[in-house]
């Protein structure tokens, strides 16, 4: 088999011969290059896993120029990168080169401007204000070349940014299509004088920097920055200095290793990377069929629609693909795939295709591939390292987890807050919880909701138990509420306080579990345990009530002997407020995923609650902005 490369212009063409390790160029001669100046080519060939054959990297003396995408049939299958390393005969020619590329590095950054703003021709250069302090700190002496030629960690750099697509990402966001044009350039240049032009070779290292200090931006915080494009995402982002990252990278010859080693470390990240690939292989199939509206369907129905329906669970890998008898037969194995699918989309898994069903299997495989890579991105949003115990809540599945080692310990559903006061992310470290607590309630909740009940029933504040406070500390008062004029009371002037206190109507419930914020949102109990029964499970005004408390508390106390099942059962039917501090503080993550993995190796989705997902989606769309994270 060969492989034979595009040709750029006036390029020769060079055959790879993958069962004999060689290659070859035809008769065509470049100029002065054949031969004259005892240069070695260094080919960097980039390929799949499914291309086992070709090898990651040949060196062979040669007289080529190139630089080429090489493709089998029409697929990119390997680019080749050529490094011209002075490895002989640099005397004269190339002694004080880097003294000149420094000097060419330093003119660009200087005449840069307050804010910096750096460009190659018309090529920004993103990381304006790393990238200065990058050179400042090693004199603008150049990163990717010396005196004795081009460093072969160029190639590292090529390789981890080719890959970028794997990431959602673009590699020519990342300077690659500019870099093969000067390193085509210098070549071509070369050819003419015998000589390197240093100012090309400024632009190059100004641009291969670039590209280093972006993409390793963007593996490690994310594309978008969150807190401008996302405001509601308040979890904390991984931060390094990249500069120094850098620094060390070239200096011990592991770019490659170091731009890996930014990626997220959650294992559902790589699986989501795995099943991206296994949607754009659908996508590129033609996706799934659309599935025409109809009556519901379940188990021993005939209707000419279970043919589609059939094809749709069998493309995602709910169904496997067998003969079937019958084809408009809605048969028992048909229903266990459509509980599946059911499951995975967070819907009732009765096996009946409902509305709900049937909207979610048609919506399109591109609207799917969109979600798994906006949620890509939030795992780059995230800290690295969880903690070894902690405390999980995806809003978007309505769902509380804990985890010890990042094995599952414990599940419970949960409620979180209403679009209009939607659930914030973040985290924070559980300190305490409270049993039988008072609910002070806060004011947005005592003039929206609460006051307007009041106004209709002079009674509702006692039939639940609340009582009126004024005043703060020592001055605090409690106020009859039958002596203020409601009436008169409003958004803008409420003087007063509500609290509700322990009792089986409180909202609160029995327990409530504290991790401080600025936000005011903890994990409580509920007296409306109906609610946990609903499919979707938006209720709250942003705190997160949860179907499990008892089971929670039992968790998180870790105790045995003083906080055994019986002795919180016993606190809480005394009925007094008891504050109980835990041994440990653990971490809890409140974060917002409408795709992940789940335990079983199932791909999950999950409906854009708060409608978050087309922002992210639309901004991963656009070109990197200059001044990424400036760490």
Not at 20 to 45: A, E, M, Q, R, W
Not at 210 to 233: M, Q
Not at 334 to 339: F, I, K, T
Not at 563 to 576: G, M, T, V
Request: charged share 25%; glycine share 4%; aromatic share 10%.
């Amino acid at each position: 088999m060969l492989y034979e490369s595009s040709l750029l212009p006036a390029s020769p063409r060079v055959i790879f011969h993958p069962a004999t390790n060689s290659f070859k160029t035809d008769s065509l001669n470049y100029g002065p290059l054949v031969g004259s100046h005892g240069l070695t080519l260094f080919i960097v060939l980039i390929v799949p896993d499914s291309y086992p054959g070709v090898p990651a990297r040949i060196d062979r003396s040669t007289m080529v120029d190139i630089i080429t995408v090489m493709r089998k049939k029409t697929k990119v299958i390997a680019l080749l990168i050529t490094l011209i390393l002075l490895s002989l005969h640099l005397t004269g020619c190339a002694r004080g080169l880097s003294e000149r590329i420094q000097r060419n590095i330093r003119l660009h950054i200087e005449a840069a401007g307050e804010p910096p703003i750096i460009k190659i021709d018309e090529e920004p250069i993103y990381s304006s204000i790393v990238l200065p302090r990058f050179y400042e700190q090693r004199s603008y002496l150049p990163a990717w070349s010396s005196d004795s030629g081009f460093s072969l960690q160029i190639a590292s750099l090529i390789r981890a940014i080719s890959g970028a697509g794997g990431q959602c990402f673009m590699a020519d966001d990342y300077h690659l299509k500019k870099i093969t044009a000067i390193m085509l350039e210098i070549n071509k240049d070369y050819a003419r004088r015998k000589t390197f032009n240093a100012a090309m070779l400024a632009e190059l290292d100004l641009v291969l920097t670039d590209a280093f200090l972006v993409y390793s931006a963007h593996l490690l915080e994310g594309r978008i920055n969150p807190e401008t494009k996302c405001p509601e995402w308040n979890a904390q982002c991984e931060e390094a200095d990249l500069a120094a990252v850098l620094q060390n990278a070239l200096t011990s010859g592991t770019i490659e290793s170091t731009i890996n080693d930014l990626l997220p470390k959650e294992p559902n990240y790589f699986l989501l990377c795995r099943k991206r690939h296994e949607y754009l292989e659908i996508m590129n199939k033609g996706g799934w069929p659309a599935i025409p509206i109809g009556p519901d369907l379940k188990k021993g129905d005939y209707d000419a629609r279970v043919p589609a329906i059939r094809e749709r669970l069998t493309v995602v890998g709910d169904q496997p693909r067998k003969k079937i008898k019958d084809m408009n037969l809605f048969d028992g194995d048909l229903e266990q795939a459509v509980r599946q699918f059911q499951r995975r989309h967070g819907l009732f898994p009765d096996g009946t295709i409902d509305a709900r069903t049937l909207a979610a299997m048609n919506v399109p495989v591109e609207e799917r591939l969109r979600q798994i890579e906006v949620n890509m991105e939030r795992w780059r949003w995230c800290q690295r390292d969880f903690g070894d115990r902690y405390i999980l809540i995806n809003i978007a599945n309505f769902e509380l987890d804990t985890y010890e080692q990042d094995t599952l310990v414990l599940t419970m559903r949960a409620i979180v807050g209403k679009p209009y006061r939607s659930t914030p992310v973040f985290s924070g470290k559980m300190t305490y919880l409270v049993l039988n607590p008072y609910w002070y309630v806060p004011k947005k909740i005592a003039v929206e909701d609460i006051l307007p009940k009041v106004k209709n029933n002079k009674e509702y504040l006692t039939q639940n138990n609340y009582k009126v406070l004024q005043g703060w500390g020592n001055n605090e008062r409690e106020i009859d509420p039958a002596t203020i004029s409601w009436a008169s009371l409003n958004e803008i002037f409420f003087p007063y306080r509500l609290r509700q206190d322990p009792g089986p109507a409180n909202a609160l419930g029995h327990i409530k579990f504290m991790f401080p914020n600025e936000y005011d949102v903890y994990i409580h109990d509920t007296p409306a345990r109906a609610l946990f029964s609903k499919e979707s499970r938006d209720f709250s005004s942003g705190c997160i009530r949860i179907e499990k408390p008892i089971e929670l508390a039992e968790y998180v106390l870790n105790d045995s002997i003083r906080w055994a099942r019986k002795e919180i059962l016993q606190a809480i039917k005394d009925n007094k407020v008891r504050t109980v501090g835990l041994s440990m503080p653990i971490p809890v993550h409140v974060l917002y995923w409408t795709a992940w993995v789940a335990d079983n190796g199932l791909l999950n989705f999950r409906n854009d609650i708060y409608d978050r997902d087309e922002d992210v989606y639309l901004a991963l769309s656009q070109p990197p902005c200059v001044q990424p994270p400036q760490k």
